[in-house]
T-cell receptor
Framework: GENVEQHPSTLSVQEGDSAVIKCTYSDSASNYFPWYKQELGKRPQLIIDIRSNVGEKKDQRIAVTLNKTAKHFSLHITETQPEDSAVYFCAANTATSGTYKYIFGTGTRLKVLA | GAVVSQHPSWVICKSGTSVKIECRSLDFQATTMFWYRQFPKQSLMLMATSNEGSKATYEQGVEKDKFLINHASLTLSTLTVTSAHPEDSSFYIC?????????FGPGTRLTVL
């Protein structure tokens, strides 16, 4: 079946440094790639997304890049802050019988050290 | 906008009982709703996809007779865990989508004694 690989599983950075999380997807028909942030015991929150007709998207300190040829997409967080500490999930959409669903990556636990 | 509620937020029940969880999209009509299960420190595992007025599509390995899904309207879907057992204890999260983006409910923590 289709899958999404995510690396690294854990990431510790010093406050102010950048963090990069990478994902690889298998379904060449995937055309939408959201990123979610999940704090402990809470719901996943959409933080940024990218569609396949765009190579890069930025929203303040967060950016996402997409390489369709290589089936890679990455999340970049600059000037990290302690409140960025959470688990981050990437996802890729995939179609089954006309309905799109998400395949999630395994998650990256980001710790920003003050 | 795009608010999804889920009720209850937590439930404790005895083994063998059934538990119903509700998922509502509060400010938009959701053509599709999804039910996920999440174990501690793990990713979200899709259980089933439901479209309003039609039968849910279950992922491989998910028992449809155990996890009953009803999507009665464009704003409400319910998941009933029938004859719950301790191994069903988990965090259940729904999501609702109008187009391609899914918005998640706050989750329901189920503990089966």
């Amino acid at each position: 079946g289709e899958n999404v690989e995510q690396h690294p599983s854990t990431l510790s950075v010093q406050e102010g440094d950048s963090a990069v999380i990478k994902c690889t997807y298998s379904d060449s028909a995937s055309n939408y790639f959201p990123w979610y942030k999940q704090e402990l015991g809470k719901r996943p929150q959409l933080i940024i997304d990218i569609r396949s007709n765009v190579g890069e998207k930025k929203d303040q300190r967060i950016a996402v890049t997409l390489n369709k040829t290589a089936k890679h997409f990455s999340l970049h967080i600059t000037e990290t802050q302690p409140e960025d500490s959470a688990v981050y999930f990437c996802a890729a959409n995939t179609a089954t019988s006309g309905t799109y669903k998400y395949i999630f990556g395994t998650g990256t636990r980001l710790k920003v050290l003050a | 906008g795009a608010v999804v509620s889920q009720h209850p937020s937590w439930v404790i029940c005895k083994s063998g009982t059934s538990v119903k969880i509700e998922c509502r999209s509060l400010d938009f009509q959701a053509t599709t709703m999804f039910w996920y299960r999440q174990f501690p420190k793990q990713s979200l595992m899709l259980m089933a996809t439901s479209n309003e007025g039609s039968k849910a599509t279950y992922e491989q390995g998910v028992e449809k007779d155990k996890f009953l899904i009803n999507h009665a309207s464009l704003t409400l879907s319910t998941l009933t865990v029938t004859s719950a057992h301790p191994e069903d204890s988990s965090f259940y999260i729904c999501s609702a989508s109008a187009r391609e983006t899914q918005y998640f409910g706050p989750g329901t923590r189920l503990t089966v004694l």
